[in-house]
């Protein structure tokens, strides 16, 4: 794919974003279609796309980027004063306190140390649609590993958890929260359940394609569907959808579990972290740096017992500096299955978005964004001197 594909604008000092943009698209060949997306204090410098089919105005399933959008209302409540992260959950939630799960603070739900990734029977697609019935599912669920003994990714549930949390104390869902909050007052294209006028500017996921070798990489390291990776991933159901196709599902777009079910472009990611931590479109920034600081704070690093690798987590966001070490201390964000990712760095003022549409290998963030956040972030370096 060449340069004159790449589509979109970017400010005076961030053309090498674009020629960096240009040569993963090449690199990447095919079908790949994304979009790149960038603010600086609020104001976007960057605003690419590339591919079949997609525009500047194109939604895909963002997966756990999702679960930016939830946590930021649960840090906005906390800031307000009506959530305390050092409360039991079942203060909240009596019934979450079942099989000895009656000391887990908010705290240690958000930094994924509860021990309760899924349920012991899994779930079909009309389950993992509803942030309700996960909840109630999970409630009396005995833990997975003793909490706070470790963590491990509750890939599937924890915007569920942390939802019903928001629902028991406010009345309302953190997708209530977060469209009154946050998408609506900023016109944010990063919906917690997609209004049915917009279904046609949705595109569905596409499979992944690995390679030959890399085919053999995902089956040499594959686990059991009752460990407590394949129940965190919801293998242990025998009609469990397909991770990747869960956006395709339209329940799952309409009902958008916290967890994963977002649907958005990368402005509508952008946005949401340049609204967290700028002024954007005259507004203060959402979060105080206090605030932000406390939620990007790490609180559980190490090898992660859900996805058997290294994971850095702060308070229901990723640390992104752990993957990208350009990035400042206190840069927080996450990640979604098919390849997309969204952070601040509050001390660089940049808020990045990226979305693609082909599933990536080997899943998480895309491994383009390595180049990307690189080429962006020398671009704002350069912009401040």
Same mark, same amino acid.
């Given at each position: 794919?060449s340069?004159e594909?790449i589509?979109?604008?970017?400010a005076?000092?961030?053309?090498?974003v674009?020629?960096?943009?240009?040569?993963? !698209?090449a690199?990447?060949?095919g079908d790949?279609?994304a979009q790149?997306?960038?603010h600086?204090?609020?104001?976007r410098v960057v605003?690419l796309?590339?591919?079949p089919?997609?525009t500047a105005?194109?939604?895909?399933g963002?997966?756990?980027?999702?679960?930016?959008?939830?946590?930021?209302?649960v840090a906005?409540?906390v800031?307000? @004063?009506?959530? /305390?992260?050092?409360?039991?959950?079942?203060?909240?939630?009596?019934e979450?306190?079942?099989? @000895? %799960?009656g000391g887990i603070t908010?705290r240690?739900?958000?930094a994924h140390r509860?021990?309760v990734?899924?349920a012991?029977?899994?779930?079909v697609?009309?389950?993992l649609?509803?942030?309700?019935?996960?909840?109630?599912r999970v409630? =009396?669920q %005995?833990p997975?590993w003793? #909490?706070? $003994?470790?963590?491990g990714y509750?890939?599937?549930?924890?915007?569920a958890l942390t939802?019903e949390?928001?629902?028991r104390v406010?009345g309302?869902?953190?997708?209530?929260?977060?469209?009154?909050?946050?998408?609506?007052p900023?016109?944010?294209?990063?919906?917690?359940g997609l209004?049915?006028?917009?279904?046609?500017?949705f595109?569905t $996921?596409?499979?992944m394609?690995? $390679?030959?070798a890399?085919?053999?990489?995902?089956?040499?390291?594959?686990t059991g569907?009752?460990?407590i990776s394949?129940?965190?991933?919801?293998?242990?159901? #025998?009609?469990?959808?397909?991770l990747?196709?869960? =956006?395709n599902?339209k329940?799952?777009?309409q009902?958008?579990?916290a967890s994963?079910?977002?649907?958005?472009?990368?402005r509508?990611?952008?946005g949401?972290?340049?609204a967290?931590t700028?002024?954007?479109? @005259?507004?203060?920034p959402?979060l %105080? #740096?206090d $605030?932000?600081?406390?939620?990007?704070?790490i609180?559980?690093?190490?090898e992660?017992?859900?996805?058997?690798?290294?994971?850095?987590?702060?308070?229901?966001f990723?640390?992104?500096?752990?993957?990208y070490?350009v990035?400042g201390?206190g840069?927080?964000?996450?990640?979604g299955?098919a @390849?997309s990712q969204?952070?601040? /760095?509050?001390?660089s003022?940049?808020?990045?978005g990226?979305?693609? *549409?082909?599933?990536?290998?080997?899943g998480g963030? !895309?491994?383009e964004?390595? *180049?990307l956040v690189?080429?962006?972030?020398?671009?704002v370096t350069?912009?401040?001197?």
């Amino acid at each position: 794919m060449s340069y004159e594909h790449i589509q979109g604008t970017v400010a005076g000092g961030f053309e090498p974003v674009r020629a960096e943009f240009a040569a993963v !698209a090449a690199d990447q060949g095919g079908d790949y279609a994304a979009q790149l997306v960038a603010h600086v204090d609020g104001e976007r410098v960057v605003d690419l796309w590339t591919g079949p089919e997609i525009t500047a105005d194109s939604l895909t399933g963002v997966f756990s980027s999702t679960k930016g959008a939830a946590h930021l209302v649960v840090a906005l409540l906390v800031q307000d @004063g009506v959530l /305390d992260l050092d409360q039991r959950v079942s203060h909240y939630w009596p019934e979450f306190a079942a099989e @000895g %799960k009656g000391g887990i603070t908010l705290r240690d739900l958000l930094a994924h140390r509860a021990g309760v990734v899924g349920a012991d029977d899994g779930f079909v697609a009309e389950e993992l649609a509803d942030d309700r019935i996960i909840a109630e599912r999970v409630a =009396p669920q %005995k833990p997975y590993w003793r #909490p706070r $003994t470790g963590f491990g990714y509750h890939a599937l549930v924890i915007g569920a958890l942390t939802g019903e949390v928001v629902r028991r104390v406010t009345g309302r869902s953190i997708q209530e929260h977060y469209e009154e909050r946050v998408r609506a007052p900023y016109g944010l294209d990063f919906y917690l359940g997609l209004p049915e006028e917009l279904e046609p500017r949705f595109l569905t $996921t596409q499979p992944m394609l690995p $390679t030959p070798a890399q085919l053999a990489e995902l089956e040499a390291n594959a686990t059991g569907p009752n460990s407590i990776s394949g129940i965190a991933f919801n293998r242990n159901h #025998p009609k469990a959808p397909e991770l990747w196709d869960l =956006p395709n599902i339209k329940l799952i777009r309409q009902l958008s579990p916290a967890s994963v079910g977002g649907v958005a472009s990368a402005r509508g990611l952008a946005g949401m972290y340049a609204a967290a931590t700028s002024r954007l479109g @005259g507004h203060e920034p959402l979060l %105080k #740096p206090d $605030t932000a600081a406390e939620f990007a704070q790490i609180h559980s690093i190490g090898e992660d017992l859900s996805t058997r690798n290294r994971n850095v987590f702060g308070l229901g966001f990723s640390i992104v500096s752990d993957d990208y070490p350009v990035l400042g201390q206190g840069a927080f964000g996450h990640s979604g299955a098919a @390849g997309s990712q969204a952070f601040a /760095d509050p001390r660089s003022g940049l808020a990045y978005g990226y979305n693609r *549409r082909r599933f990536a290998f080997p899943g998480g963030a !895309a491994p383009e964004n390595a *180049r990307l956040v690189r080429a962006v972030h020398a671009a704002v370096t350069a912009h401040r001197i």
